[in-house]
């Protein structure tokens, strides 16, 4: 089961310090229109599947990663086991179960080639937990071991895949065998950091962020000094990658201070788990600060009281009320 972020802005005295990690408004970041490899419908506590090296369809255009594949109809009976192939050895970091990864993919039906579903129109790789009740079982079979840079092919039986119910929505039967290319782009855990030049902190009228990437939490320095009364928003390591939208979700690791005492009261560090959600589900200070921003980059947020919990804090979170908050993101990828 999911568990809400303790940063979700939800009516006062709904959250406690226990909600904290995922939320379930990262999904939302799926394609609604047709069925990403999903939770839903998939087969329920399937036993490990034996992974077999085929029969596999081929792939007769897009050859090269990252370009969208064009993929025969399966020929014959496809096989009762899970078949996997790489088709394009990648050397980035090694997939591990329960990583998050970033991957355009193509599914399509054995029987007729018939396409389902596709990230490279979409022109956004999927970024999704290969964790059970996450990702069909498939997927979090197939994929740790592999390296980034890799593609994967892979035929992938209803036990493993959408069930014996199969998905409407997509037009897959119960019965289907669905075959996916997958392009592995990036994968994160929670030693992941945020990549990057490293940004000059020069107010001192401000905290000081710790700027190592090693994946372990980032020190945080308050100041002897009154707490900001607007929101700051600084990069303290500027990524390269895209700029984050007001209505996207993301995937960060994250620590958060007290600026009166600079105690500590959340953090994915903490919890050895990355976490993801929507910026339309967070504080203000957490959607302010954050749209705008790139992925690769660590940024420094202090919130005041207006913009975060006010005179309501979670209930057990050890906040107070009209407390200022301090954060460090790092913003990994976009969901």
Request: aromatic content about 6%; charged content about 20%; overall charge neutral.
């Amino acid at each position: 089961m999911r568990r809400r972020s303790l940063l979700i802005a939800v009516p006062a005295g709904m959250v406690t310090l226990a909600a904290c990690g995922e939320d379930d408004g990262a999904s939302s970041a799926e394609s609604s229109a047709s069925p990403s490899p999903s939770p839903s419908g998939s087969a329920s506590a399937a036993p490990a599947p034996k992974i077999v090296d085929g029969p596999l369809p081929a792939i007769t255009a897009g050859t090269k990663f990252g370009e969208k594949p064009t993929v025969a109809k399966g020929s014959g009976d496809p096989s009762k086991d899970l078949a996997v192939k790489t088709v394009i050895a990648g050397n980035g970091q090694t997939v591990a179960e329960n990583d998050y990864i970033q991957a355009d993919y193509l599914g399509q039906i054995w029987t007729t080639a018939k396409v389902f579903d596709n990230s490279y129109d979409r022109g956004t790789p999927l970024v999704i937990q290969l964790a059970q009740n996450s990702i069909i079982d498939s997927w979090r079979y197939a994929l740790p071991g592999k390296k980034v840079g890799s593609r994967v092919l892979l035929a992938t039986p209803p036990t493993w895949g959408y069930g014996s119910t199969g998905n409407s929505q997509a037009g897959i039967k119960g019965t289907d065998t669905l075959v996916f290319v997958v392009d592995i782009k990036g994968t994160f855990n929670a030693k992941s950091s945020a990549k990057g030049k490293d940004v000059a902190q020069d107010d001192s009228a401000l905290p000081k962020v710790g700027t190592n990437t090693d994946g372990k939490a980032p020190s945080i320095d308050i100041p002897k000094a009154d707490a900001p009364t607007k929101l700051v928003a600084d990069y303290v390591i500027e990524g390269d990658g895209e700029k984050v939208g007001a209505q996207e979700s993301v995937l960060v690791q994250y620590k958060g201070v007290l600026w009166d005492t600079g105690k500590e009261f959340d953090s994915t560090y903490s919890r050895k788990a990355l976490t993801s959600f929507s910026l339309t589900q967070v504080v203000k200070g957490w959607s302010q600060g954050l749209t705008g921003k790139k992925v690769g980059s660590r940024v420094l947020i202090v919130i005041p009281p207006s913009l975060g919990y006010g005179d309501s804090p979670p209930e057990g979170s050890g906040i107070k009320k009209d407390s200022t908050l301090v954060f460090s993101v790092d913003i990994l990828a976009k969901m």
